[in-house]
């Protein structure tokens, strides 16, 4: 990996690349865009190659991961987690997530 990560996650993507993303801080350390917790590793398994891709909208750690694709496109959504000082909000009277929600796409 580029960063050493904890709490982070981890999708296998259907053409065998691993997307790593995420990271933790210590608590009551709010995430901004230059720390750990916003950069995003792709890892070949064929070639043992680790490459940074895009920064995450939304820094976050403890998140959930899904890989949705639909036809050709292949994308990951990230959920939830925290940002190093508080839990993501949710707001229970819209029931979704406020904000801080990310996408990556394959390009």
Do not use: E
Request: hydrophobic residues 35%.
């Amino acid at each position: 990996m580029t960063t050493t990560r904890y709490d982070h996650s981890a999708d296998l993507l259907p053409h065998g690349l691993l997307l790593i993303a995420g990271s933790g801080v210590c608590f009551n350390t709010h995430l901004t865009r230059d720390d750990d917790g916003c950069l995003a590793d792709i890892y070949d398994p064929r070639s043992d190659m680790v490459k940074r891709t895009v920064t995450m909208s939304a820094c976050r750690f403890r998140h959930t991961s899904s890989v949705i694709q639909i036809d050709h496109s292949i994308k990951v959504l990230l959920a939830g987690g925290y940002d190093g000082a508080s839990r993501v909000p949710h707001d229970n009277s819209l029931t979704q997530w406020a904000r801080h929600y990310c996408w990556w796409m394959q390009n």
